[in-house]
Every structure is written in C-alpha cells, then in structure tokens.
C-alpha cells in the first residue's frame, strides 16, 4: 500500500508540477498531509511507527542525497571566496537560535534545561529543499543563494555533536565520549573528500574513460561509496555527504555536470517518499500539544531564527530584504526528523514529547516555508520590484528613442 499510494502521489505531483512552480502549490506540503490523511491516525491505509526501520533509513538516505548534490552547487573555490556569510550563519546564527529556541521550550512547555537544550539542538539545522524557489532562482543574488546553501549543508553535521551530548546528559551518562564526536565529524569530511577525489583521479587516467551513457552513473557510484564507506566506519554521513559534492563540483566539473539533473531527481524521489512515510506517523493526538506547543512551534520558525540571524548580521553588509529572506527560511526538515527518532529511540523520559514537540514544529515549517518560497523569490524579481508607472514610461519613452 506504501508503494502505491507513493507511486499515485508522485504521477499527481508530476502532472501538477507545472501549476507548483507558479503558485503556492507545494509537492512537498502534498505528500505530507497525503501521508497523515492515509497514515493510522485518520484511514489507517499505511500502518507505521516510528520505531519501524524504513522511517529512519529513508530520512537519513533522503538527507544524505538531498546534501550531496546541494554540495555540487558549490565548488571549492566558491565556498573559499564566500565564507564570510555563511561563517556568520554557522558561528553565530547556529548557536544562537539553538539557545533561544531552548530558552523557549524551557519556559513555555515546561521542559528541564537539558531536555530544552535537545530541542534546541534537534530544532537549529535548517534545510533548502523547502525553500528550492529561492535557491534556484536566479534573480536572487547569488551570494544569498550560497550562503543559505552552504549553511544548511554544513550545521547539520555541526548540529549533531550538540544533539548526541544532551541527549547523553539527559540519558544520565557520565561519559560524553567527545573524543569519539570529533572523531566521527573528521572522518565525514574525510571520507567526503578523499573517496570523491581518488574515483575522479582515477577516471582521469588513461586507462579508464567512462562512456556518455554511463557517464551520470560516475557520480552516483561515488555517493554510493562514501555513504557505505561512511556507514560501515560510523563516519559522520551528513558532512560526508556535502563534502562529497563539493569535492565533485570542485574536481569533476565534467562528472558535476553530467550528473546534476539526475542526481536533483533522485533526491526529489527520495524526498518525496521520506516525506510521505514522516506524514504517515502524525496522528491527531500527536498534534495535540495544546495552545504553548503551537505557540512555540511559531516561535522557533518566526522568532529563534530571525532573532539569531538579525544579531549575526549586524553590519554585514546584507540588505534588508535579503537578511528577511535569511531570517524567514530557516525551514527544518531531514535532520531535525532524523535527530527527533535518535531521540525517540533513546528511552530517556522526556523522549516522547520532544519528538511530539519536534514533529510539530517540523510539520509547520514544511507548510509554511514550501507554501512562500515563490512568494519570497518574487522580492528579487527585478521587474517586480519596479513601481507601476515605470513600465509605461518606458513603452512611451521606447518609440520617441527610436525616431
């Protein structure tokens, strides 16, 4: 039934993607309340828990494809030039809107410092498939693009050490095992880099060459290998992933190329279907955290964020409409869904309502910020952004210009 309701949704968000890309019409909001309307909790066609093993694999493969080919957008050279913005993003935005979001769940629900600092932590990575109008349009200034591309490739993995340390606090553990955190976060990176960076030195060689039709399958054969290579070392899969497809964009400009619009497409599937399964687990009791949970789920998308992001900024140099641009989309999505199961399997007592408190967060951003991505990409349009009477002042100035 998960099959066929999948293969159903997608047919409808094929032939309504049209319509999406002009509209506030969402693929995304779609599969979700999709999945919630046939999961347990209203027609019980697709039966899941949140223990089941599908749901935390397809989020993690989701989130995996979804960094790695965001991380061929940015070259190295690229990300060199322009670190100034995302640097700003991730050193300070990033802790910031963790411990305001903290501060928040702290007095609003009820929850103890630790348990508030999870929520914090689960809560702070952001992530661009939600926002993909604004990303991919090319009106919006290009700086604005990397920096909201970079960030939300790079806090994921920075986000985890912060998600595993309160958890083992909150779990009572005396050892933190931060050495074995670093460890896992420079082996990511490492494998993201060395494994990319061999395969494509290899092509270059004069003994192999790959031929036009397998030419895309290069790339997925390499982001195949980091993840099992990462897998089998427990090296940190995010980082890996975003180093991965930077190293590709940066040494296989040929192989990025080849590879892109494939590669987009198996991440929208995956996305989709990751999207479906996390709506199959909401349930109406699930949503029923009562006037303070709501009121914090708004807070953290509409108050946390534009707060960390206002204070990171300061002379920065970001106009007004960009900085509100960074401050709006922050969406939360694959990470915080997958640091919200690690959670939710740990046992510790606090457990279900923060992945209650989590999922609902979650669910409002992914309805909020894929429903105004188009809204917010028009700011740049430049046409847009003119006043009414300058157009016809220009078709009255046009034929007096060419007399």
Do not use: C
């Not at 348990?115 to 109008?133: K, Y």
């Not at 290998?225 to 980082?239: E, M, R, S, Y």
């Amino acid at each position: 039934m998960l099959l066929t309701a999948f293969a159903a949704l997608l047919l409808l968000a094929v032939l309504l993607s049209s319509l999406a890309h002009r509209t506030i019409l969402s693929t995304a909001a779609l599969f979700l309340v999709a999945g919630f309307v046939l999961g347990d909790g209203v027609l019980g066609v697709i039966s899941l828990t949140a223990a089941d093993p599908l749901v935390a694999t397809l989020s993690e493969l989701a989130l995996f494809a979804v960094l790695f080919t965001d991380g061929m957008r940015v070259g190295w050279q690229d990300l060199r030039s322009a670190w100034r913005l995302p640097g700003r993003a991730l050193g300070w935005g990033l802790p910031l809107t963790l411990v305001i979001t903290a501060v928040g769940a702290h007095y609003l629900l009820g929850l103890g410092w630790i348990e508030s600092l999870l929520v914090g932590a689960i809560l702070a990575p952001t992530d661009p498939v939600f926002a993909a109008a604004l990303v991919g349009n090319e009106k919006v200034p290009p700086r604005l693009r990397q920096l909201l591309n970079v960030e939300s490739g790079v806090n994921d993995g920075l986000a985890l050490p912060f998600v595993l340390v309160f958890l083992a606090i909150a779990a009572g553990s005396h050892d933190l095992h931060l050495g074995e955190l670093a460890l896992e976060l420079g082996l990511g990176v490492l494998i993201g880099v060395a494994v990319p960076w061999l395969a494509i030195k290899l092509e270059q060689t004069r003994w192999f060459a790959a031929s036009t039709q397998y030419e895309p399958l290069n790339a997925l054969a390499i982001g195949l290998l980091v993840l099992a290579i990462g897998k089998a070392t427990h090296g940190n899969l995010f980082l890996a992933a975003f180093s991965a497809g930077i190293t590709v964009a940066t040494f296989g400009p040929r192989q990025r190329e080849s590879f892109e619009h494939f590669g987009e497409l198996i991440a929208e599937v995956f996305k989709l279907a990751a999207l479906l399964v996390f709506g199959a687990l909401i349930t109406p009791s699930l949503l029923a955290v009562g006037w303070q949970g709501w009121l914090f789920a708004l807070g953290a998308l509409a108050l946390a964020r534009p707060i960390a992001i206002w204070v990171s900024f300061l002379r920065a140099g970001l106009s007004l409409r960009e900085q509100a641009a960074v401050a709006w989309f922050g969406p939360k999505g694959f990470a915080s869904v997958v640091y919200g199961l690690l959670v939710l399997a740990s046992g510790i007592t606090a457990a279900p309502q923060v992945f209650q408190i989590v999922a609902v967060t979650i669910v409002t951003s992914i309805l909020l910020h894929s429903s105004t991505d188009i809204v917010v990409a028009r700011w740049f349009d430049d046409e847009r952004g003119l006043p009414a009477w300058y157009g016809v002042a220009r078709k009255i100035r046009g034929p007096k210009a060419k007399a």
